[in-house]
């Protein structure tokens, strides 16, 4: 029985690294892992989703699509994070590097 490694499986039945499926495929995960930390931060701050769309000033409906991973913007996940006393960097690469740090 031969094994495969996840970039093996990942570049036969996603794409490879570089190809616009593959890309798609990386930032939907990356988008749901952020979505999964804001949720996890918001349950250990005893929160319900109403409660923290309130303080974001946004409806239940909207944190619900964040924590899915769907609907992110950098505004809006800066104003979660804020809400929830979280701290966060971002990097953005490419010609001209930026740092964006939450706290």
Do not use: C, H, W
């Amino acid at each position: 029985m031969k094994f495969y490694t996840n970039d093996e499986m990942l570049d036969k039945y996603i794409g490879v690294k570089g190809t616009p499926e593959r890309e798609s495929f990386d930032a939907d995960v990356e988008a749901a892992l952020i979505g999964a930390s804001i949720k996890n931060a918001r349950k250990a701050n005893n929160l319900t989703q109403a409660q923290l769309g309130e303080r974001v000033g946004v409806q239940p409906a909207q944190i619900s699509k964040i924590e899915s991973g769907r609907n992110l913007t950098i505004s809006t996940i800066v104003k979660v994070l804020k809400a929830l006393g979280v701290s966060a960097e971002f990097s953005i690469t490419g010609q001209t590097p930026v740092k964006l740090a939450v706290r």
